[in-house]
């Protein structure tokens, strides 16, 4: 790879033709800042999301195009993808999430498939070394119990487990770190130096009782849980004496808790930290809330 350019960057503009290629890297360029998100609509203009700024590339793929994109990140094989498709997403080998929209058929209120894809939303992992220095510092705590980080869609919350994974499961910490990697997106550029057990694939709540009935974690890495199942499981993993990282959406911790679940186990104490995210030009900014005392510090 050449210098200065980021490996996860150059994959995902690879499934693009080279016009839209050549013109997301102009665009991204002005701004001088990574590619997080490519967003793709037939006959509509191409947009990026660079250092936190929506920008128009000024050009359009054509419906051929984005049918070709799709096949692409699909390796050719839509059918292979059909229950993530289902899901709202397809994941390429390299752990690129992209997000479809598109016409589902249903039946019973179940979707059985999605058809006529419209539009597509390529996110790219980043690896941002120190961004979570911070929430590391709280996990390295002496009686720490586990912790929530929250944040509206998009501001950084799976990149900052990333991060942990990073730093936490390599020298000098070598922490044994299992990670529920439900979606595919944590583990694509974490490399080869760092010790984790990634569960890919599995749903939130087996895949953290998988964790704990089989890999002897230290501490447990989950992204965006969202039900009263995931909540047991936390629940599980605390009992066991396993430490859970976990994400969840939210705008604040009120917000947070409006959901009868999140607010029975925030208060079960399975958690030291809730810890709000919001993205700053050099990393995040932290909104601590140690939940036995009730002490909040802004980092």
Not at 126 to 134: I, L, Q
Not at 143 to 167: C, D, N, Q
Not at 217 to 223: F, H, R
Not at 271 to 276: D, E, I, L, P, R
Request: aromatic share 6%; charged share 20%.
């Amino acid at each position: 790879m050449e210098k200065g350019k980021d490996f996860n960057e150059e994959a995902a503009l690879a499934y693009l033709p080279s016009r839209l290629t050549e013109a997301a890297r102009k665009s991204a360029a002005l701004y001088h800042g990574m590619i997080s998100e490519i967003r793709l609509r037939a006959g509509c203009p191409m947009f990026l999301s660079v250092g936190g700024k929506n920008i128009s590339c000024g050009v359009s793929p054509t419906a051929d195009e984005l049918s070709m994109i799709i096949r692409s990140l699909c390796g050719n094989s839509l059918y292979c993808h059909s229950e993530t498709i289902k899901e709202g997403y397809i994941c390429t080998e390299g752990g690129i999430r992209v997000g479809v929209c598109g016409r589902a058929v249903t039946e019973g209120g179940k979707i059985l498939s999605v058809t006529d894809i419209s539009s597509v939303a390529i996110r790219i992992p980043h690896r941002v070394p120190g961004v979570a220095d911070g929430i590391c510092r709280l996990i390295l705590e002496e009686g720490f119990r586990g912790a929530i980080l929250y944040s509206p869609p998009g501001v950084g919350k799976t990149t900052a487990l990333r991060e942990i994974a990073a730093r936490l499961g390599a020298k000098p910490y070598n922490i044994r770190i299992a990670i529920i990697d439900t979606r595919f997106e944590i583990c694509g550029s974490l490399g080869g130096d760092v010790t984790y057990d990634a569960l890919a694939g599995y749903p939130r709540a087996k895949g953290m009782e998988t964790a704990v009935r089989t890999l002897s974690p230290q501490l447990i890495l989950c992204d965006e849980i969202g039900s009263e199942e995931d909540a047991q499981a936390i629940y599980t993993s605390f009992g066991a004496g396993v430490p859970t990282v976990v994400t969840a959406h939210a705008g604040s911790l009120e917000e947070l808790c409006v959901r009868p679940f999140m607010r029975a186990l925030i208060d079960s104490g399975a958690f030291t930290y809730a810890v709000g995210l919001s993205r700053t030009q050099s990393g995040f900014t932290l909104d601590i809330n140690r939940i036995s005392t009730g002490e909040t510090a802004i980092c």
